[in-house]
């Protein structure tokens, strides 16, 4: 997991860093980063309107820095290749920094225990699609001094433990076994240590992830003369990747054939952001369309194909002035299609495009209760609802949803 290097915030009225993270164990001061960016720090407090909170990106030899402006936050995430994944947990680390602290918006000091909690929060973002019990560990030759480091004597005594008796390259999963643990605690465990900087991990997908390609990517991917060295049942996988369905299904086409070499090789193109798992918005998404796609079966077989039909797309004309997104939302053959989605698109337009789904489902229940009955009409809603979300739960995880 090399991509990501360095995290920080910035309050704008100050230029302090109250908040930090290395990713990776090098001699980076947020100080001196603090004044790096201060130059950009005056663009964006100059900017109006959407560009103060666009995000923005600075690129260095390198590094591009992803920015992201809060009302007095900051947020700047150093990485070695932009990706949507990592614009949208920037994006989420800056609201709840400035939900969480708002009192320290004109301070003038800060204990730095305090962002305990918080910190917490950040790792269980970035950490919780990128370690499945599939991923190795990879330890470093120093990992005792970074334990040392440990806050609680228990999180001290439990990473110890597990990578005295863990052996390089074993994958969670192994761990987990060899040591009585369970599968879930290995994680706990391994994660701390990663955060700590106490070992590297070499992440390998798991089945339920779901994969994207990230932007601009594909012209290495499938350049023919494979600068990458990637096996044929890997690249016949990226080919199928649609940013839709959890791994599983693409790995079918393989029936059982070199799986271990293929789940190696996307892993090792998500650590270098060739790849990304799809952010949190474009999830939500997904879940909208369920919602939509679902409820609108339900009014072709109370109104017939023809009415339903026609009254989703008057739902379409007349919310598409409210919500230009809907314009993206395609009938085909019958029933919704997938909604319009590129890899253009920020964590705003995504946000954007789930509302735009919420809107005609709530007009197509509108339409519903007119024959059915209000009462009827908002049951079957929830039911809808209800349904999708369990269905889509395994690949979203609880905490965010």
Request: net charge negative.
């Amino acid at each position: 997991m090399s991509n990501e290097k360095v995290l920080f915030l910035l309050n704008r009225g100050t230029g302090v860093s109250p908040y930090s993270h290395q990713f990776i164990p090098e001699d980076i001061d947020p100080q001196i980063l603090s004044g790096f960016i201060s130059a950009i720090t005056s663009f964006m407090d100059n900017a109006s309107g959407p560009e103060k909170t666009h995000l923005q990106t600075v690129d260095s030899s390198d590094t591009s820095f992803l920015l992201e402006g809060g009302e007095w936050i900051i947020g700047v995430l150093s990485v070695s290749r932009e990706t949507n994944e990592a614009r949208s947990k920037l994006r989420r680390i800056v609201r709840e920094f400035e939900e969480q602290f708002s009192s320290l918006k004109n301070a003038d000091g800060f204990e730095v225990s305090m962002f305990k909690g918080f910190d917490g929060f950040v790792m269980d973002l970035f950490l919780s699609d990128r370690i499945s019990e599939r991923t190795l560990i990879l330890k470093g030759w120093d990992w005792p001094k970074f334990c040392r480091s440990f806050d609680v004597p228990s999180e001290s005594v439990g990473v110890n433990r597990l990578l005295n008796q863990a052996e390089d390259k074993q994958s969670i999963r192994e761990v987990a076994q060899s040591q009585g643990l369970s599968v879930d605690e290995a994680i706990g465990l391994v994660s701390i240590a990663f955060w700590k900087n106490a070992l590297y991990l070499n992440y390998v997908p798991s089945d339920n992830d779901i994969l994207a390609l990230s932007e601009g990517s594909s012209t290495v991917l499938f350049r023919k003369e494979n600068p990458l060295e990637l096996s044929p049942g890997t690249v016949r996988i990226l080919g199928s990747l649609d940013g839709r369905r959890p791994l599983s299904s693409s790995l079918k086409m393989l029936g059982g054939q070199g799986v271990e070499r293929v789940l190696l090789e996307l892993g090792s193109l998500a650590n270098r952001a060739y790849l990304q798992n799809i952010s949190l918005e474009r999830r939500l998404v997904l879940v909208n369309e369920c919602i939509l796609f679902q409820l609108f079966q339900i009014c072709i077989q109370a109104m017939g194909a023809g009415k339903a039909t026609k009254s989703l797309y008057a739902a379409i004309e007349t919310n598409v002035e409210i919500n230009p997104w809907t314009s993206r939302i395609r009938l085909v053959e019958g029933s919704i299609g997938h909604s319009v989605i590129d890899m253009s698109m920020t964590p705003a337009d995504l946000d954007a495009l789930s509302a735009a789904l919420e809107l005609l489902t709530n007009d197509l229940e509108k339409e519903m209760s007119s024959m059915t009955g209000q009462s009827n009409a908002k049951s079957m809603l929830l039911s809808v609802r209800k349904r999708c979300r369990e269905s889509w739960r395994p690949y979203i995880r609880s905490a965010f949803f």
